[in-house]
């Protein structure tokens, strides 16, 4: 597993630079073609495809506590409910969803969509294990547990912990499947249904955030995954609700681009150029830093990938700050890498995005960027 796990985050970066090549031409042909025709559909084809296997590398990067993450602290009670909808319409009808909430919940501190991914997984377990109709129950509550409780209960860790617990009254596993269960690609789907990445990724979301999670099955008596997050001392943060994506603004700043991927560059130049904004490009450090220097305008953001050749994208973006106190800087990478993430927890003050994204992404967190204070 720990092998695995170095292999994705080795691959992550190059894949996930092809993937954002395939991905953001397929969308910039897509605005060039008229929606009636038989190429539309195939182009959207190919970014479906695209965005299907940047999952996969996520899940990949989740398992092996290699993605980047920006924890909040959370009501779990809330974080919970807001996605009740969304995990009605992925199991189905015909399995009854029930939610009950521990009353006085302690606030944990995790990424939200880092929730959103364990509870998505585990839902499509139980899905999968019930045979026609059947029912499926979300819990939380606050549990303690001491030294003398751990002695005795192997896997368990004395502490304060906030239970997240996904229950079903499906098939069931054997003692021999529970064994094997949070090891990337294995699986009891049939060829074609799923990966066996969906429990590697929660245990390694559970890992990344100091937790620790237990499966309690006998065949044909159901399923019970319990998911410990640790206890943050401190109010939860008010979250934004979800509502409809609005396409997001261009503008009319400048920007330097700094990539040493000469496609991702050119693709990149043109999905910016097309919101608006002036681009300045860099396929190195050193350019970008002779570029500044004879440029007359003003610059207004970096937009930079963390690994590059001679220095890395941060300490490009402090050579930069040293004369243009006013320069906001964004980066972007296909994997966490430890110069702007500890243990792929973001740094603070630290604006990034994730290799591939799509124009709406780009654009939506390059105009965040500018217009933050």
Known sequence: MEAVGRLAGGVAHDFNNMLGVILGYAELALGEVDSDT??????????????????????????????????????????????????????????DLAWLPGADLWSVKVDPAQIDQILANLSVNARDAISGVGKMIIETGNVVFDEEYCADHVGFIPGEYVLLTVSDDGCGMDKKTQN?????????????????????????????????????????????FRVYLARHAGAAES?????????????????????DEATILDMTK????????????????DEALRLVEVYSGEIHLLLSDVVLPEMNGLDLAKKLLAHHADLKSLFMSGYTANVIARRG???????????????QDLAAKVREVLDSK
């Open 180 to 224: 094997n269960l949070f090891e990337p690609f294995f699986t009891t789907k049939g060829e074609g249904h799923g990966t066996g990445l969906g429990l590697s990724t929660v245990y390694g979301i559970v890992k990344q955030n100091n937790g620790f999670i237990n499966v309690y099955s006998e065949p044909g008596e159901g399923t019970t």
């Open 239 to 259: 979250m934004p609700e979800a509502g409809l994506v609005k396409p997001a603004a261009g503008g009319h700043e400048t920007i330097l681009l700094v990539e």
């Open 270 to 285: 043109r999905i910016l150029e097309a919101q608006g904004y002036i681009v300045l490009v860099a396929s190195t450090p």
């Open 38 to 95: 038989p190429l539309f559909d195939d182009l959207q084809e190919i970014c479906k495809a695209a965005e299907r296997s940047a999952d996969l590398t996520r899940q990949l990067l989740a398992f092996a506590r290699k993605q980047i993450i920006v924890p909040k602290v959370i009501d779990l009670n809330k974080t919970v409910a807001g996605m009740l909808k969304m995990l009605g319409r992925l199991i189905g009808e015909d399995i």
């Open 345 to 359: 927890i973001l740094d603070a003050g630290v604006n990034f995005i994730q290799k591939p994204f799509t124009r």
